[in-house]
Every structure is written in structure tokens, then in C-alpha cells.
């Protein structure tokens, strides 16, 4: 559906972005992450036509980019972080204008709107003020002005900035349905929210890609390897580290201070490619110490992402 190559985007002689290259598939939910300054946000303005790429080559199904950039806009949606409402409107009278301005004919009018309300869940403030309605809901009236023309391609910058668990919640909800049946790009700063929502995530860091996988493949992209977590009765952090830190594939220990019941948790570094847990239970065993918790812990999403975006 979209393929960029090789796409530079420089700033006098700073490249905010440096000739990354990947494929948006038609119907998959692409997350783009990255730290402050990675270059998400230049890139999701190139992909919409907003900004002129210094060089490289964007397709988006037949079309190109700049030479075909009408056509490209009228199958692409974009919301950028921060909705362009008009405060002094009705909600319903915004959408109406959004939906004139997309010269969506008269008689498809309503329909297209009471859709898009539906589908973003506004229908009890479509006859508020927008300055008056919570910023979740101005970011649900902005994807509602974007889903008016029923683009084939829907473009996010950040959707769920400044929201609050449950309006994340509820903005994540409506992602996915539209992404059912659209292909949805959109970068986020919160590692759950692409966990929980996209197919495939790219990371971007110093406008370069670091990684391009899907979402479940991200978490082994640094070798696969995990944490085990027990929870022990009887023992001590000296104890701890003499019985299980010689134990082959044990990188490295971490034991947390004892509770009120004297249990005390232990964090194992676990080297990729290894299952010490047999092992290690073997070695309790052997002494009179009491097991409560003991479970395997895949690296997590956040993990992944600090160790490929970390600063030398």
C-alpha cells in the first residue's frame, strides 16, 4: 500500500530524517515510535504530502509523491497532534463545514457524519460548543472530521497526547475498529498503546531506522532474552546470590529487601537462548527455603525500545 525508500529529510545541514526505508501492507496498523526529535513526526507530514522530502521516493498505491500528491490526499486522513478545531462552532456545524470542504455531495451529508459520529462515539456532544467538550473529546471530533471523507489510509501524529488512561482506552478502542478495515500509521510515546494496538512497529532514533518488526518479533530483537521472577520464603539476598548465581544462563541476581513476612523477591537475568528454571529449581530444593512465585517474564516492549534508542 505505501513504500518509502531511502527518504531524507534535511533542515539546513541537520537531517531529521536519514534515509529510512519500509512498507505500510494495506489493512495492517503500523506504530512509528521513537524519542523526542527521532524524526516521527517529518516523516508523517512527508507521507501526507505537508512536507517536501529533501530526497527518496514515496509510493502510496498507484501514486507518488510530490508528482501524484492531489490523488494521495484524497485517499489519506491525517490528524496531526493537535486537532484543528474551531472552538466557536457546534460540533455537528464543524462537521458539516469539514464535510462541505470536502466537497462531499449534499445528500451524503448527514449520513457521513452520523457514520463518523457513530463510529467515534460523539453522538452526545454533537450539539455542544467544541471549546466546551474535553480534550478527548476534541481528539474524537478531529478523527471524525477525518473519517467524513472515508480515506483509505488514516495518519495519526501522536492521538492519544495529553489524554487522560480512560480516554487513551477509548482512543485505542476506535483505532482498531477503524483499523479493521484501513491501514492506519500512527506514532505514540507510550510503548503499551503500540503493543496493544499495532501489527508492527518501527522504531526511528537520530531520524534512522532501529528496528522494523512486528510487534510480537520485537520483544526477541535483542536476542530473545528474558527475566525470571521468584518470590521466596526463608531466604536472603546472600543466600540468594551463593545458590543460584553459579547456575548456567543466570546473568545476573537482583533480590529485593525482606517484607514483613520475611519474603524477600528475586529478579534473574536470564541469557538468550536459555531455560535455566529446571535448574534452578533443583538447587531450592536443596535448601529449606519455600517457592511462593516463580514465572518466566518475556522482555517487555519498553525494554526493547530503551535499549534501541539509548544514547552511546
Known amino acids: 500500500m505505501i513504500q518509502v525508500e531511502r527518504l531524507t529529510k534535511t533542515f539546513g545541514a541537520v537531517p531529521a ?28 507530514r512527508m507521507l501526507t504530502g505537508y512536507l517536501a522530502p529533501t530526497s527518496g521516493r514515496i509510493r502510496v498505491g498507484d501514486y ?26 457546534l460540533v455537528f456545524d464543524y ?5 462541505a470542504a470536502r ?7 448527514r449520513r457521513r457524519i452520523e457514520q463518523a459520529a457513530e463510529l467515534c462515539g460523539i453522538r452526545e456532544v454533537m450539539h455542544q460548543p467544541v471549546a466546551e467538550i474535553s480534550k478527548g473529546y476534541k481528539q474524537r471530533v478531529g478523527l471524525a472530521a477525518v473519517m467524513l471523507a472515508d480515506p483509505e489510509i488514516l495518519v495519526l501524529d501522536e492521538p492519544t497526547s495529553g489524554l487522560d488512561p480512560n480516554q487513551i482506552v477509548e482512543i485505542r478502542e476506535i483505532i482498531r475498529r477503524i483499523g479493521k ?9 507510550i510503548l503499551s498503546e503500540a503493543e496493544a494496538t499495532c501489527d508492527r512497529v518501527v522504531i526511528i532514533h537520530r531520524g534512522r531506522i532501529a528496528a522494523d518488526r512486528p510487534t510480537a518479533e520485537l520483544k526477541e530483537a535483542l536476542g530473545g532474552k528474558s527475566r525470571l521472577a521468584l518470590l521466596l520464603e526463608g531466604a536472603d539476598a546472600e543466600g540468594v546470590e551463593r545458590v543460584l548465581a553459579p547456575v548456567p544462563g543466570v546473568e545476573r541476581l537482583s533480590c529485593g529487601p525482606p517484607d514483613e513476612a520475611g519474603r524477600i523477591s528475586v529478579a534473574v537475568a536470564v541469557a538468550a537462548g536459555v531455560d535455566p528454571r529446571a535448574e534452578i529449581y533443583r538447587r531450592i530444593r536443596g535448601t529449606d527455603w519455600t517457592i511462593l512465585d516463580f514465572h518466566l517474564q518475556a522482555q517487555s516492549l519498553e525494554e526493547v525500545f530503551r535499549e534501541l534508542t539509548r544514547e552511546e
Open 17 to 44: 530524517v536519514d534515509g529510512i526505508s519500509f512498507e505500510v501492507r494495506r489493512g495492517e496498523i503500523l506504530g512509528l515510535l521513537g524519542p523526542n526529535g527521532a524524526g516521527k513526526t517529518t516523516t508523517l
Open 64 to 89: 507518488s509523491i510530490p508528482e501524484d500528491l492531489l490523488e494521495v490526499k484524497k485517499i489519506t486522513g491525517y490528524l496531526p497532534e493537535s486537532a484543528p478545531l474551531y472552538p466557536e462552532m
Open 181 to 189: 478495515a484501513k491501514t492506519v500509521i500512527f506514532s505514540t510515546h
Open 95 to 99: 462537521l458539516a463545514f469539514i464535510a
Open 103 to 109: 466537497a462531499i455531495a449534499p445528500a451524503d451529508r
